[in-house]
């Protein structure tokens, strides 16, 4: 089974009015995150904007948050691109800061075929010597790592784990088959992580984390850890409003900023085109985070 385990926030990219990342902002928020006891943190995913950054701007965020971190959780650090090339590129950099892994989606513009998949991974896995979690996102690369191609990548020596973002919770048993339990399951889907801990995933890459990292790690030790399905069950029921805003709104990282603002933290602007949070939609995550008690009344 993988190396990596546990609540991994997937870090969002605060950014200035002038569009500039806040690399002191992120900072705070990894500090503050690292200290309400998550395993592990994630920059440059889905919820931290990746495609919208540079080159220069990753490399900058992959070092600021390895360096914040300190060695005191592991730091997975995303590194998907449309080319293998640019993947293994961005994969050694992870590597040469000190990550604990790549977190690497299948190129997205030009739709790969299974036996494409695996050559992209293959030559990732050859290349670097760094564990690497598949992200399968369907719904946002448009490309779907079907169970029976997890399977042929779970044989790689450096494949340790798959984040499942597919919303079917029903493939984590065919994949534990296929795989004969050696890879590592992460839930990838907000409203759906009870469920995933049921069927036996090791962790979850957590969007939700950002703002109530406790419950997030408490979900999993009450699941995972102590067994305790009623109370692990009652704490879902409350995070169950917010995770599902967050999975279904369309509106995940503006409704982070806004939300880390409220809550002292950094949350700043997103990468443009995309626009602060309407009156209506700020209403909703006020009520949301009041009903957790992250905010006041």
């Known amino acids: 089974m993988g190396k990596l385990r546990g609540i991994y926030v997937v870090l969002v990219t605060p950014f200035t009015a002038d569009g500039d990342v ?28 990746f495609a919208s950054l540079n080159d220069r701007e990753k490399r900058q965020v992959t070092e600021t948050v390895i360096d914040t971190v300190n060695g005191r959780v592991p730091v997975v650090v995303g590194a998907s691109a449309e080319t293998t090339e640019r993947a293994i590129e961005y994969a050694k950099q992870a590597k040469q800061f000190g990550a604990a892994g790549a977190l690497i989606l299948p190129p997205w513009y030009y739709t790969p ?28 690369s448009k490309v779907d790592i079907e169970p029976e191609t997890v399977a042929r990548l779970a044989e790689l020596p450096t494949i340790d784990c798959l984040k499942e973002s ?13 795989t004969d339990e050696q890879l590592g399951i992460f839930c990838g889907w907000e409203d759906m992580a009870y469920e995933f801990f049921l069927m036996g995933a090791i962790g979850w890459v957590c969007v939700i984390g950002n703002v109530v990292p406790k419950m997030a790690v408490d979900l999993f030790r009450l699941v995972r850890e102590k067994k305790d399905l009623e109370s692990a069950w009652a704490l879902y029921k409350r995070m169950l409003p917010l995770l599902r805003y967050l999975e279904y709104a369309g509106k995940t990282q503006k409704a982070l900023k806004y939300a880390l603002g409220k809550m002292g933290l950094c949350g700043g602007y997103s990468s443009s085109p995309k626009l602060p949070l309407d009156d209506i939609e700020q209403a909703k995550v006020d009520r949301l985070l009041q009903d957790l008690g992250v905010i006041q009344g």
Request: aromatic share 8%; proline share 6%.
């Open 22 to 49: 806040n690399y002191e902002g992120m900072k705070e928020n990894v500090e503050w995150l690292v200290d309400q006891g998550v395993h592990g943190v994630i920059p440059l995913g889905s919820t931290g904007e």
């Open 113 to 140: 075929d299974p036996d494409e998949i695996v050559h992209h991974y293959t030559r990732i896995c050859e290349a670097v010597d760094l564990p690497i979690m598949i992200y399968n996102n369907p719904f946002t």
């Open 166 to 178: 597919s919303g079917d919770f029903r493939r984590i048993a065919r994949i534990r088959q296929l």
